[in-house]
């Protein structure tokens, strides 16, 4: 059964970090491309990033690239994604997604791309 599942997200002050994790069961992991998306309350779904774990080819939104940091772990089958410096405009529902093969710098963004996607893991930014 293919399953993605995020965790690591919570309530956090302004200028917190946070690692979120989103693991995969039911694919072999080398045949992924996955993206980090969110979505901030009342608003559109925004994409924020990718991955490639057979290429090792990472792409990001240049909004994201400064505080936003992917790493990939095989052995677990687990994507990270390390936020930095967090501020109350970060307060989303961040998902992740799978596509069954690689995804292009294109396509990285568009989430009509991802047929697969979890649940979402809640992060809150406030003072």
């Known amino acids: 059964q293919v399953r993605l599942v995020e965790s690591g997200g919570g309530s956090v002050q302004p200028g917190g970090s946070l690692r979120l994790s989103c693991t995969a069961s039911?694919?072999?992991?080398?045949?992924?491309?996955i993206g980090w998306f969110r979505q901030p309350p009342g608003k559109e779904r925004e994409a924020i990033s990718c991955?490639?774990?057979?290429?090792?080819?990472?792409y990001y939104k240049p909004s994201y690239k400064d505080r936003f940091t992917m790493r990939s772990d095989g052995a677990a089958n687990t994507l990270y994604l390390l936020i930095d410096n967090l501020q109350p405009e970060d307060t989303a529902t961040y998902h992740c997604?799978?596509?069954?093969?690689?995804?292009?710098?294109?396509?990285?963004?568009?989430?009509?791309?991802?047929?697969?996607w979890g649940q979402g893991t809640q992060v809150t930014v406030s003072s």
């Open positions: 039911g694919f072999i992991w080398d045949d992924l491309g």
């Open positions: 991955v490639n774990p057979s290429l090792g080819a990472a």
């Open positions: 997604a799978a596509a069954l093969r690689d995804v292009s710098y294109f396509d990285c963004f568009d989430a009509a791309e991802y047929p697969h």
